[in-house]
């Protein structure tokens, strides 16, 4: 009789709320999901919101015309031109630097990482500053390069050093992890096989680190694109001539010309929007060839 | 075997050694370390006496007091969210969770102009969430509140993607036993799941603090720029170099960096040892 009874509570149990040990109520649940939905959205969401809405508050001639303008075009220009150099020249630093740490043993590596690391963590109008005292006129080499002709300070050579600077860090940091784990097994066999070492690199190294790389290169140009405080203090903000995106919105808004601002804006935000797809994209489809490819 | 381990570099059958490291040093040197170290030796140039005359300045002293400040606001305030979202995201599953897991990124993504006049927007008196803060009398943006909002959305990805990791990886059984040890769930949280996730903490608070010290983009916008009292040290940097008073800005920069050097010093000192007590490696 009494294990009957007993049966039929524990039969009971299930129907009444029943959680695992190691788990909140459905209650709490709820309460701790919705708490960080708010706090995203008032954070993340509600300010995305607000450049479509801003740019868009004028119809779509207003936003058009606001693209269209000659010096939003020369900024939009100047971007591109900067990414365009800044990217490859990180590129290859990037996959050299991953080549001699990752492949080979010597002294001083792990100095060396931290000193690849190290434009992160400086602030980046520091950098811009340190830049203005090397190229500027009253600066290191500013002088002697000014008799020459060649300015660097408040011009576009010194936009493209400074965003090389600030992204620097990304493709090596994405690639070095991973090509340590991998190790050197694979490019050995493939020496002692008879292949040169430009062919071994080519066929052997690149393709196991192609989707690292990919991911290295879309975090680098979108930095690259965004930067805003390093390129400000060494533009010297002359517009249509050195005036990148990012600054260009700056003046805009500054002129209390908001729509225009936030229009620029959008472009800026649909690369950020098309940049995490991919990039959620690569992690989800090629989670295991990419190291250390969460946490950035 | 004493030679080989005196050596610089071990031993190795694949070539380009040579060329891949002598490139990365002096690319690394050219870009990276001769601008920094230029900077070091023009704030030693100036002298004790004059340095410390202007990095002491009450304008400058100001601006590093609010730099520091808010973003040791924001980092914390980061920590308690960052902690809840990661939590959320790790334990639980619910529709959109991979969307606000993807997003979590975006401040990485967007440049800080564009989330500097988003967020002044919102947060102005007049904005969609200013305004129901104006009545109170409370005022977001143009003041230093505003530039704690901003440090906030820059520095958010990091304490959740430092935990997230960790958070997964955390072996539930400990849990279990807790829970069968007759704790409550609130108690195991607290004293047995916190506990592991204490250096993974510390790191995402200190990289959220190295990130919003730094920060320029997002807050010159929505902070109001006031001397004394909304100024950050990164934008008084800019505006000493556009009255061409070089060695007031690289007095600042001199000591914003030795600021953050002694405090993330300080801060991963404690993380070690947070390591060694709670023994979980980040």
Known sequence: ?296 | MTSARLAFKQPSILPGFGLSFGFTLAYLGLIVLFPLAVLILKSAGLGWTEFWRLALDPRTVAALRLSFGASAIAAAINLVFGLLIAWVLVRYRFVGRRLIDAMIDLPFALPTAVAGIALTAIYAPNGWVGQFFAPLGIKIAYTPLGAVVALVFVSLPFVVRTVEPVLAEIDREREEAAATLGASRLLTVWRVVLPSLVPALLTGFTLALARSIGEYGSVIFIAGNIPYVSEIAPLLIVIRLEEFDYPAATAIAAMMLGISFVLLLTINLIGAWSRRRFGHAV
């Open chain 1, 1 to 296: 009789m009494r294990s009957e009874t007993i049966a039929a509570s524990v039969a009971e149990r299930p129907a009444k709320a029943w959680r695992p040990a190691t788990s909140e109520t459905p209650a709490t649940r709820r309460v701790l999901i919705a708490i960080a939905g708010i706090f995203l959205g008032l954070v993340l969401l509600l300010p995305l919101g607000a450049v479509f809405a801003q740019a868009f508050s004028g119809g779509w001639s207003l936003y058009l015309a606001a693209l269209a303008e000659p010096d939003a075009v020369a900024a939009m220009r100047l971007t591109l031109l900067v990414a365009a150099i800044a990217v490859p020249a990180n590129l290859v630093f990037g996959v050299a630097a991953a080549w001699a740490i990752a492949k080979f043993e010597f002294r001083g590596k792990s100095l060396l990482v931290t000193l690849i690391d190290l434009p992160f963590s400086v602030s980046p109008v520091i950098s811009g500053l340190a830049y203005i005292l090397v190229f500027g006129s009253h600066g290191l080499l500013g002088p002697w390069l000014d008799a020459y002709g060649i300015k660097v300070a408040f011009a576009v050579p010194g936009i493209v050093l400074v965003t090389i600077f600030v992204t620097l860090p990304f493709v090596a940091r994405e690639l070095i992890p991973l090509m340590e784990e991998q190790g050197a097994g694979e490019e050995e066999a493939a020496l002692s096989l008879g292949a040169s070492g430009w062919k071994t690199f080519l066929f052997v190294t690149l393709p196991n680190v192609k989707w690292a790389l990919l991911y290295g290169v879309l975090l680098c140009n979108a930095r690259a694109m965004g930067e805003f405080g390093a390129v400000s203090v060494i533009s010297g903000h002359i517009r249509g001539l050195t005036n990148t995106m990012p600054l260009h919105v700056e003046i805009l808004y500054n002129e209390y010309a908001f729509q225009a601002a936030f229009a620029v804006a959008s472009l800026l935000a649909i690369l950020a929007l098309l940049t995490l797809a991919l990039k959620t994209f690569l992690e989800w489809r090629f989670a295991g060839d990419m190291a250390g490819a969460r946490g950035h």
